[in-house]
């Protein structure tokens, strides 16, 4: 009879437990409670969207890892529309002849940045050393000087002229 007993008083405080469980989720996740509102899923980050005041290395390697990704649609959103591609050869690009065939990035690594700024326009200098092909031609693995200049068109901050110069003769 004991054990009957015990079963019963179990029973009933896990029912109870769960009980008072189910109401407290209830009251918890109804809208009328703070924080109580279904949360929407975060919205995924937009790549290519850079916002604020990015760092001068964030500035210098965004072109080169979104290549490097194979990103065109945060290429798309990065590049100015009146972006312009100067190559070391004297050969250029606009925004819509660059998306046609971007430069394929394997690798890359920068130094040297240098930085100024304007207003909404930021210029950056740096060197890089990439693993890339460009119009089908490995670009050799040493140091080249770049220059980028950016704008701020409303909140982010895009990509309008870049500058890829001949590696230093040694």
Wanted: proline residues 6%; charged residues 20%; aromatic residues 10%.
């Amino acid at each position: 009879m004991e054990s009957a007993s015990l079963e019963r008083r179990i029973r009933f405080g896990l029912i109870a437990v769960l009980a008072a469980t189910a109401i407290f989720t209830a009251f918890a996740m109804s809208p009328g409670t703070p924080g109580g509102e279904a949360k929407p899923a975060a919205a995924a980050t937009k790549t290519g969207v850079l916002k604020g005041w990015p760092s001068r290395k964030r500035l210098a390697t965004e072109f080169l890892r979104l290549l490097k990704n194979e990103d065109v649609p945060g290429l798309r959103r990065f590049l100015d529309p009146a972006f312009l591609l100067q190559r070391g050869d004297g050969s250029y690009l606009t925004k819509s002849e660059y998306l046609k065939d971007p430069s394929a990035v394997y690798a890359f690594q920068v130094r040297n940045i240098v930085a100024t700024h304007n207003g909404d326009v930021r210029v950056i200098r740096f060197e890089a050393k990439t693993d890339q092909i460009v119009n089908g031609n490995q670009v050799p693995g040493v140091w080249i000087p770049r220059l980028s200049t950016f704008k701020k068109t409303g909140k982010v901050w895009r990509l309008i002229a870049h500058a890829n110069f001949l590696p230093p003769t040694t």
